[in-house]
Structures are given as C-alpha cells and as structure tokens.
C-alpha cells in the first residue's frame, strides 16, 4: 500500500468519527433511508448503483456512502418487519418457508439436492447458521488482497455484528468429543482460521437475537445513500461505441406492482454499477444483460452486448453430509458454536435442539421408528414439546442434535444456465457433486471423524447406546433430504452414503471467477463501470463458514472504490 491510500484511510477515520460523533448516523431498523421500490422515481441518477442488498452489499454501500451518493436495489422485503423472526429459533422454519414473501427462494439443483438462496436486504446473513469465522491465510494471499486492510474491515464487521457464543452442555460435550476423535488442539475462542477444534464467532447475541449485515448500515451516512426494496433488477444497461469498450451506464429495475424505473449514473467517469446479487443472481443477470456465452443468449434471444464464455462456469456448491443423533438427556438450543477444521480438508460443525415443521418432524420420527421397530408415537417422545410462546414460529423442537460434515475445497465443480428470461426465477443451476474422488474421499473420512465424536466418552450422555453408528447412518439414508437415488448399501457404504445423502450448506460460489469474469480489482473483464463484488468471484468458499469474509470484502472494497475514486488507481511498484 502506498502513502495515498493511507492518508485516505486516515480521512475515513476521521470523517467516520467526525460523522458519528455528529449522531448523524441511524440505528437499525429505524433508517430513513430505506423504501419500497414503487416510491423510487422513474428516473434517478447515482454515483454507485449497487444490485443487491445483501452480505456483500450492505457493508459495500454504507462504505461508498461515506463520499458517494448510493443506491442499493434489494430485491426482497426488510428482515426488521418482524423483528424476531430471524432470531436463532427460527432457523429452519425460515430457510423451510416457501411463500412468495419468506427470505429464502427454494431451489432444486439438477444434481438433485435441495437448495435456497436468499431473498431479504441483508441477504444469507439473515437466513444462515450464524457462524462467524475469518478466512485462511491462503485464501487472502490467493485473492491478493492487503493483509493490513484485511484485519481493519473484518475489525469494523466485527465491531457491530460479532459475539463469542455461549458453549452449553451439548455443544461442549461434542467439542470435547472432537478432540477425542483427533481433532487437535484446542485453540479456544478465537475468529481466526486454526486447524484443530475451536470456538467461533456468532452473528446471534446473547439473547439468541440476529444481527445481520443488513445492521451494518448502521455506518451508513443517511444522506447519501437509498436503499429500494423489492426492486427486481431486469438488466445492466450498456453504451457501446465503435472503437470504445462497453460501459455500463444503469439499470431498468421493476417495483413491486410492476412499473419500471431507469436508475443511471451520474456522468462521472469513475461512477459504477456493482454487482452484488449472489453467486446465482450476479452470473444471472450479466447473461440477461448480454454478458456470457453468445450461444445460450442467442437461444434466448438476447443482444450479446460480449461474449463471455466464462459467465455461469466454475459454480462450486460444498458437499454437505449429516448425522441425526437423538439425545436421551434435555438439550439446548443452539446452531453452530464450534468447529473442527482438520487437515485432511473437512469441517465438523452441529446445532442442537432446533425446531422443524411438524411434517419434517414425523419423517424424523417414521424412519427412526421403523429402525427401532417401535411405534411412531414411541419414537416422537424423543423430541420436545414446542416452545410455549403462540407468536414463535417454532413447532416441534427435536431432543437431540445435528452433526455437519462439510467438504473445504471441493475440486468438483458445475455451472449455471438461464432457465428463461425473468429475473425472479432462480436459474439451472448444476453442481457436480463428488465428481472427482478426492472430494468423496474427503467426506468419507469426515463421516468417520464425526461418529468417533459421537461414540466418544464425552459425549456418552447425549446418544442412546441402542443406536449403533449403522442405525445413525441408516436413519438419514431413509429421510427425504434430497431427490436422489439410494443405493441399498448406502447404510454400510460411507462412499455411497456421502453420494446419495448429499445436501448443502449454502455455501455456492462462484460464477463470475476472479481471473476469469473479473479481474484482481473486481473489474469486469472488457467492460467500464461494472465490478462484480461477492461469492461469485470466489475461486473457493473463504474459511470454514463465508460470511465473515464476504462482509469483510463489501468493506474492503468500498475503501478501495473510494480511494480510487479520490486518489486514482493505486498500482504495486
């Protein structure tokens, strides 16, 4: 970094003071600058027209707010209608809500495995399991990013949304097993990216209340920035000249009730379009602008405006794989506190006494009936009543937990198509699942650390000794947890096991590579005013849960954009 970039962050420090210190700034929900889409004008006119407010852009656009005038096009609804709805209780009922208006748009991948994508400003922060973990050196180094600007964004993530979790009795009992199991050392608390077992960060406070990213908007300056809701954006509109690279100029986004607008740059030069709409939504949109592969936009019948192959490749989904184990001892509520980050490339991560629909509840309590050959009035026993509180969505809360195995690395990788030409639509999204067999093998031996977790001495007063390690396998093989087929061995067979139970953790990304879409300043690659900043132009999914790193890189980036906006582009000697 050179001397002009730190004297411009030294001015963000001080405006940023200076700005706080005035009040000026607005606390989450009660921000003014926050609307439904159909009051935007027809026509507006913005420094930075950022599309998505979600973990990228939400920090991204109260950044550039700081000496840029900002628009934000969110096209969901606010997760501060009903404030206690993302809270930690209601983690599955909200990623299982299928109507038109809940925060996750379900999707089912051609590989078969259910999926969701977020659809509420603050994006999968309101809808995830809370964890909050900073990235492995190698991923920074890889991206190229200042390791000293690195710590200062995630520092300024983590001053407003981070919190160490409380470790109860369950989830303290796993960990300990972990370490049993050979997942050593024991590195405590800590945000940092350490092989071994260690506590993490939460999003959840201490009163299992949410803080998302939409909360960093907090640091927003009010008079500068707008932020639309329900805005569908329809394309980036383009200038294209003889002799001139193609530049972005706006977008044409639609309102709730159907009526469009037209949202343009301000004739800076260095004002922008940024891209922040997800590993499936930004890939999306650049191909119903003109932007991907010529043949799959002509058979749709869209202008090519350039020819990017490139655009949809390289989309990566981390194979996730799960035990169900029910406790004979009370359990508390918790999603994930801990994690073991081994080094053959798996992490292990659970939750505990969390709550499902009443339908889920009963497949639970079929297929674990029909292992014990019992009744399945007998074996709903092993579940909690629902929480005595008629305004909470929970229904039946499940005694006992769920362990993940997640895959770092996958070498498997997909892409992504237009399935037709609205934006509202999720995409043919194809994933590849265990394509290599190295990211099999890495599940294999995962599944293996997990149940030696389970089966271990200190975890002995949280399993019922009547289930084996093949009754916990079989369990899952009999639950509806994708469209896959099974094999009949699935239950003896951990390969087959981990291929026909496959599910997600919500952490798909890529699409819009870097070095492939965009270049190392999140440039899109032959095009003018239009970045792409978030999952998707991740080569690997950062740390062992994302999105502590993608709201460092909305930060990040935000600082960069405005350094060159004031400085100029900085270059290494």
Not at 14 to 22: A, C, R, T, Y
Not at 326 to 354: D, K
Request: one cysteine or more; charged letters at 20%.
């Amino acid at each position: 970094m050179g001397f002009e970039f730190w004297m411009f962050l030294s001015l963000v420090y001080v405006s940023h003071f200076h700005f706080h210190g005035l009040s000026l700034a607005e606390k989450a929900p009660y921000y003014s600058f926050v609307h439904e889409a159909a009051m935007a004008p027809e026509v507006s006119f913005y420094d930075y027209i950022i599309i998505g407010g979600g973990t990228a852009g939400c920090p991204l656009a109260a950044t550039l707010s700081e000496s840029a005038n900002v628009l934000v096009l969110e096209r969901g609804g606010s997760p501060y209608e009903n404030p206690s709805k993302p809270d930690k209780g209601n983690f599955f009922p909200n990623l299982l809500d299928v109507s038109p208006s809940s925060y996750a748009q379900e999707f089912t991948s051609e590989d078969g495995v259910y999926n969701a994508r977020a659809r509420v400003l603050g994006g999968g922060s309101v809808i995830n399991a809370g964890f909050y973990s900073r990235a492995e050196p190698e991923f920074l180094k890889q991206a190229g990013l200042n390791e000293a600007l690195v710590n200062y964004s995630y520092q300024w993530v983590e001053k407003k949304i981070a919190f160490e979790p409380p470790m109860l009795q369950w989830q303290s009992a796993l960990r300990d097993g972990l370490l049993e199991a050979g997942v050593l050392p024991n590195n405590g608390f800590t945000f940092d990216h350490i092989y071994g077992t260690k506590i993490g960060g939460t999003i959840f406070d201490g009163d299992d209340h949410r803080h998302t990213a939409a909360d960093l908007l907090e640091y927003a300056n009010p008079y500068r920035i707008k932020v639309y809701l329900h805005a569908t954006v329809e394309k980036i509109i383009f200038e294209t000249k003889v002799f001139s690279r193609t530049r972005a100029q706006g977008v044409v986004f639609e309102d709730e009730l159907g009526k469009k607008h037209w949202a343009l740059l301000t004739k800076d030069y260095k004002s922008e379009v940024i891209l922040s709409a997800g590993a499936l939504g930004s890939p999306q949109l650049l191909m119903l602008s003109g932007i991907g592969p010529s043949q799959q936009l002509k058979k749709f019948g869209i202008k090519v405006v350039m020819d990017q192959p490139m655009v949809g490749q390289g989309l990566v989904d981390n194979p996730l794989n799960v035990l169900l184990v029910p406790s004979p001892s009370p359990v508390e509520l918790s999603l994930v506190s801990f994690v073991g980050i081994t080094r053959f490339g798996s992490y292990i991560e659970a939750c505990s006494g969390i709550s499902f629909t009443p339908s889920w509840s009963r497949s639970v309590a079929k297929a674990l009936a029909a292992i014990l050959n019992q009744t399945e009035q007998s074996s709903t026993k092993l579940f909690q009543e629902g929480i005595l509180n008629p305004e909470s969505l929970l229904d039946t809360r499940i005694r006992g937990g769920i362990i993940f195995e997640k895959v770092k690395d996958p070498i498997s990788s997909g892409y992504l198509e237009l399935r037709n030409m609205n934006p509202r639509d999720n995409p043919k999204v194809t994933f590849n699942y265990f394509q290599a067999p190295e990211d099999l093998m890495k599940c294999v031996h995962g599944v293996k650390i997990a149940i030696d977790a389970v089966y271990s001495k200190s975890f002995s007063n949280f399993r019922y000794e009547i289930l084996s390690a093949m009754a916990l396998l079989e369990l899952i093989v009999n639950l509806p947890l994708n469209q896959r087929p099974r094999h009949l061995t699935s239950a003896f067979s951990l390969e087959k096991f981990c291929m026909d139970t496959v599910m997600t953790i919500w952490h798909y990304h890529g699409g819009c590579r870097l070095g492939k879409v965009v270049d190392r300043d999140y440039n899109v690659l032959g095009v003018e005013a239009l970045r792409i900043v978030d999952g998707s132009t991740f080569t690997s999914s950062p740390g062992t849960n994302p999105q502590a790193t993608v709201m460092m890189l909305g930060r990040y980036m935000g600082l960069k954009i405005l350094q060159e906006r004031y400085f100029g582009k900085y270059r290494k000697k």
